[in-house]
């Protein structure tokens, strides 16, 4: 089935110790977009300015992503700029330039509207509730989030979480928005605000899926060298989301094997810069990193 | 096949937001040899001074510990005291008393010196080998050690990696030891001073074990509420130790079984304080909570 998703485009300079790269194909929304393409086709939902460049277009439309929800306006297409310590868990941003951004305010495509499965990347709470209140009885909605949101937009974003299936956040958010020290009783906490799923991102840790007789700890890939973290996070969203799209039903099981669908995806994206390994990977390779995950977390009955 | 373990024996005053206790069992040979009873038979090397409680003893012997190898001395029994915050993660340090402990160099009882599987709980690295080189042709020996011996006898520490085959430390002391930001880095470079094996206890994200050729992601239990941390790093070593011993040999697949033997012996004892929980656990408890393990982890193939 197909997957709606929307968030922010964006064009992003990225600096590491070892490397900077200049006006990048960025944001929430093209990192799960080209996550989510290996699994189901996606109905993009966003805003780009007319310096947008044409190769950044032509590797959503090779990924079979549907781009008539994107609207390109006249002007400059959103930028951030961000740098990373040796020690990549830690990121400053040095620059945010909305440009077009500022003002979207989207108007679905009629052939949108009853897209089954819907991933809400990181944006702002009201954008993402724009959005869904444009949408007709979607079967499961995924929305993510961030700290800036938590800060600046509580109140929309716990509006958010009762209209929402699935909610997938870090674990210092997860901490943040519950006001708890333990990951455990956060994600508990969190599935009494509405969403029937929560999925807590710990980084280099893995992850942790949270539901109703449901709790599953996923590990992370064990990557020695990692070239730039930015976009994980919406890999591993948009890459979960478009597995269950791609199920088509949403069980326990099906929502265990989306978790590692979204590691994999994940784990590849920061071994380069910006979507560069996403561009190159194959269902082969895809394939293989899911076996590694099982085996490095397999163990016998007792 | 037996386990001889040495390391401290404690009486500890432990103090969190809730709760206080005085004088309570502790020290990383006791937790490790109650923990490690539940699997095989231990022979504990160590030393108390003569205030020590009488039915802290009896608490060994009733888990079959053979106390051939511990010394009573005239004085007081080593005390350590430390506070927990709110957030469980941070302690600190209020008082050591090291006392009898401070002389300690022990002598194996003739019968110990044959012991196959061999656990080095935290002590300092020259106690360590001096108990090492006093056992003949040991057929696996685990160590474990703290940020302390980092610090203050790295020297010694990097000579006891040459001689044991599976290191065990946490997540701060791998990164601190080998001077990497990436814990898989730490883990492999770690294999590269000597052990075969190396985990690396993660606490609340539970841990890693590396190999030649092995890769093991370990979840931890998802307690909300603990009551005291001390000694669930002790717990998890023992246990491990004790695991490995009954198995009586050490493959890939014994190993990844003791990593989970140990953590649930350790998510047991952060339930209470001291050793009060694993007094009451039996063997079915054990058996349930392995299997809770497997569940959480498992997910089928793609």
């Not at 444009?134 to 600046?152: E, G, R, S």
């Amino acid at each position: 089935m197909s997957l709606l998703i929307t968030g922010s485009i964006a064009l992003d300079t990225v600096k590491t110790p070892l490397e900077e790269h200049t006006d990048q194909l960025g944001g929430s929304a093209s990192y799960a977009a080209i996550a989510a393409s290996f699994f189901t086709p996606v109905n993009l939902v966003g805003i780009v300015g007319n310096d947008f460049p044409k190769p950044y277009l032509n590797l959503y439309r090779k990924h079979g992503v549907n781009l008539d929800g994107l609207q390109i306006a006249t002007g400059k297409t959103f930028r951030w700029s961000g740098e990373y310590e040796w020690d990549m868990n830690n990121r400053k941003t040095l620059s945010v330039n909305l440009n077009v951004f500022e003002t979207f305010q989207p108007t679905l495509p009629a052939h949108y509207r009853q897209t089954p499965f819907i991933f809400l990347a990181n944006i702002s709470p009201q954008l993402q509730l724009h959005v869904l209140s444009q949408v007709k009885k979607p079967k499961f909605i995924v929305a993510d989030t961030m700290d800036l949101w938590i800060n600046i937009a509580k109140v929309p974003l716990l509006a958010l979480l009762k209209k929402i299936d699935c909610l997938i956040l870090n674990e210092s958010e997860a901490r943040e928005l519950m006001k708890e020290t333990s990951l455990i009783k956060a994600g508990k906490a969190l599935l009494k605000r509405g969403p029937k799923f929560v999925c807590i991102k710990k980084g280099e840790h893995g992850c942790l899926l949270f539901g109703k007789d449901l709790f599953f700890s996923a590990p992370a890939f064990p990557l020695e060298d990692i070239h730039d973290p930015t976009g994980a996070g919406d890999c591993f969203a948009g890459a979960f989301a478009g597995y269950l799209a791609k199920a088509g039903k949403v069980n326990h099981q099906t929502l265990r094997k989306a978790v590692i669908a979204g590691s994999v995806i994940a784990s590849f994206n920061v071994e380069s810069f910006s979507l560069n390994r996403l561009k190159t990977i194959k269902p082969k390779d895809i394939r293989a990193r899911y076996k590694s995950f099982r085996q490095m977390s397999h163990f016998d009955v007792a």
